[in-house]
Nanobody
């Protein structure tokens, strides 16, 4: 069974860094895209980054150059390394997975809070 569990959120000062991890139980990275989303209070959920097969990556313009998504195949986790954090990055960050082809079910984690202070 698929289960996504995020961790690593916390409070950090602007300009700081944080590393989020998503433990992806039951997920086969070779046939699923792994994504990070975030949702700030009062705003729509926003796509942040995606990775396919541990190599092909894509980022939202707002985080490009500051965030890096990666997978750790040995641990079956997907990570989001965040640098140069801004107050605008404050949000609940969610891990997500979906099939690369077809219309299989998507899965979501419970989210982890990231708060960036000025």
């Amino acid at each position: 069974q698929v289960q996504l569990v995020e961790s690593g959120g916390g409070l950090v000062q602007a300009g700081g860094s944080l590393r989020l991890s998503c433990a992806a139980s039951g997920v086969i990275f070779s046939i699923n895209v792994m994504r990070w989303y975030r949702q700030a209070p009062g705003k729509q959920r926003e796509w942040v980054a995606a990775i396919i097969r541990g190599s092909s990556t894509n980022y939202a313009a707002s985080v490009k150059g500051r965030f890096t998504i990666s997978t750790d195949n040995a641990k079956n986790t997907v990570n989001l390394q965040m640098y140069s954090l801004k107050p605008e990055d404050t949000a609940v960050y969610y891990c997500n997975t979906a099939p690369l082809i077809g219309t299989g079910r998507e899965y979501w984690g419970q989210g982890t809070q990231v708060t960036v202070s000025s």
